[in-house]
């Protein structure tokens, strides 16, 4: 059983990776935050034997082999590469980081090291989705031409703060973008290009910090990959009725999956083609955090992949960031990789 250590007392932390550690058996060791307070407090609610004053202090323990990060996006980079050095394998959550070069630095660092690391990008290990992999591998669309994935909905009120007015950090391309990315590029490959346009269609209280402009809460962007396949992303978070969902469509049929990008273990996969339509039976589903954090214990008991390792994230984030200066710009933006 892997022995955890969690940087961060973030809102995922507790409503989505504490939970599924423990469905798993995993309870957290200890807990660093923002300062020794909150990792006091968030220690005592959520019955976390040992807060620890600094990141420092919880990587020196003897008695957590695996650390969880969810710190600020900032942090991500300098709190990877300080676990690493200090021998813990590393499972960050998404984005990696907010730049090529410190992911690539990040990924460096656990080769180095020789740890596990893993981004919690989770959709990909949505039962859905894994179906929906299979029947493409399987041929079920023929070659394919084209890839939609719809992710908007309402963000929730808990959610409503630096989200929607740091201009830095905020806004669904930002948050929203690398999930999509996780699932797409298993199918599609790399990205090359991106177009996209951004726009703030709801109505929300706050200004943005020292009157800088507020981050977008809507985009939509089209992604060019290998063999012109292009691939569609609607994200957003002021729709509160919209379709979730992924389709894949090829030369021969196409794979609809629907409500397969929510977090929670659901969703439905249907093939259409030349027979007709049909439902995929999907016999359970399986609570993609759990299957993330059991991924990622096989990486480190015997070597297989995790669900999304860090390599496929730094690549996740870089479509994610030419989305963003395609937003900005107007124009096509190239996917620019980190240098192996």
Same mark, same amino acid.
């Given at each position: 059983?892997?022995?955890?250590?969690?940087?961060? !007392?973030?809102?995922?932390?507790?409503?989505?990776?504490?939970?599924?550690?423990?469905?798993?058996?995993?309870?957290?060791?200890?807990?660093?935050?923002?300062?020794?307070?909150?990792?006091?407090?968030?220690?005592?609610?959520?019955?976390?034997?040992?807060?620890?004053?600094?990141?420092?202090?919880?990587?020196?323990?003897?008695?957590?082999?695996?650390?969880?990060?969810?710190?600020?996006?900032?942090?991500?980079?300098?709190?990877?590469?300080?676990?690493?050095?200090?021998?813990?394998?590393?499972?960050?959550?998404?984005?990696?980081?907010?730049?090529?070069?410190?992911?690539?630095?990040?990924?460096?660092?656990?080769?180095?090291?020789?740890?596990?690391?893993?981004?919690?990008?989770?959709?990909?290990?949505?039962?859905?989705?894994?179906?929906?992999?299979?029947?493409?591998?399987?041929?079920?669309? !023929?070659?394919?031409?084209?890839?939609?994935?719809?992710?908007?909905?309402?963000?929730?009120?808990?959610?409503?703060?630096?989200?929607?007015?740091?201009?830095?950090?905020?806004?669904?391309?930002?948050?929203?973008?690398?999930?999509?990315?996780?699932?797409?590029?298993?199918?599609?490959?790399?990205?090359?290009?991106?177009?996209?346009?951004?726009?703030?269609?709801?109505?929300?209280?706050?200004?943005?910090?020292?009157?800088? #402009?507020?981050?977008?809460?809507?985009?939509?962007?089209?992604?060019?990959?290998?063999?012109?396949?292009?691939?569609?992303?609607?994200?957003?978070?002021? %729709?509160?009725?919209?379709?979730?969902?992924?389709?894949?469509?090829?030369?021969?049929?196409?794979?609809?999956? %629907?409500?397969?990008?929510?977090?929670?273990?659901?969703?439905?996969?249907?093939?259409?083609?030349?027979?007709?339509?049909?439902?995929?039976?999907?016999?359970?589903?399986?609570?993609?955090?759990?299957?993330?954090?059991?991924?990622?214990?096989?990486?480190?008991?015997?070597?297989?992949?995790?669900?999304?390792?860090?390599?496929?994230?730094?690549?996740?984030? #870089?479509?994610?960031?030419?989305?963003?200066?395609?937003?900005?710009?107007?124009?096509?933006?190239?996917?620019?990789?980190?240098?192996?």
């Amino acid at each position: 059983m892997i022995r955890w250590g969690l940087i961060g !007392g973030s809102d995922i932390a507790a409503t989505r990776m504490i939970p599924a550690l423990r469905a798993l058996g995993q309870s957290p060791v200890a807990v660093s935050s923002s300062s020794a307070e909150r990792a006091e407090l968030f220690a005592g609610r959520h019955e976390i034997a040992h807060a620890c004053r600094d990141v420092d202090e919880l990587l020196a323990r003897d008695d957590i082999d695996a650390v969880y990060i969810s710190s600020l996006n900032r942090l991500h980079a300098e709190h990877t590469i300080a676990a690493a050095a200090a021998g813990k394998h590393v499972l960050c959550e998404k984005p990696v980081a907010l730049d090529v070069a410190d992911a690539a630095a990040m990924v460096a660092a656990c080769d180095r090291a020789a740890v596990v690391f893993a981004v919690n990008h989770h959709l990909p290990a949505h039962t859905s989705n894994t179906v929906i992999r299979q029947l493409v591998a399987d041929g079920a669309v !023929g070659e394919v031409r084209s890839i939609r994935a719809f992710f908007a909905y309402e963000l929730a009120p808990r959610l409503r703060g630096w989200r929607l007015t740091d201009p830095a950090v905020g806004g669904p391309i930002l948050d929203l973008v690398p999930h999509v990315a996780s699932v797409v590029n298993k199918i599609a490959g790399t990205p090359s290009s991106a177009v996209a346009i951004a726009v703030r269609q709801g109505t929300w209280d706050g200004p943005a910090p020292d009157g800088a #402009a507020l981050p977008e809460d809507t985009c939509m962007a089209v992604v060019r990959y290998p063999d012109d396949v292009l691939v569609q992303i609607h994200v957003g978070w002021a %729709t509160p009725h919209a379709r979730n969902g992924l389709e894949v469509n090829g030369s021969t049929g196409s794979v609809v999956g %629907t409500g397969v990008l929510w977090a929670d273990p659901i969703g439905a996969v249907t093939v259409v083609d030349s027979d007709g339509r049909r439902e995929i039976a999907l016999e359970q589903h399986v609570d993609p955090y759990q299957e993330t954090l059991s991924a990622f214990a096989r990486a480190v008991t015997d070597g297989t992949p995790p669900v999304v390792s860090g390599r496929e994230a730094a690549t996740a984030l #870089a479509l994610t960031l030419a989305v963003r200066r395609a937003a900005a710009s107007g124009t096509t933006e190239p996917v620019e990789l980190a240098s192996p």
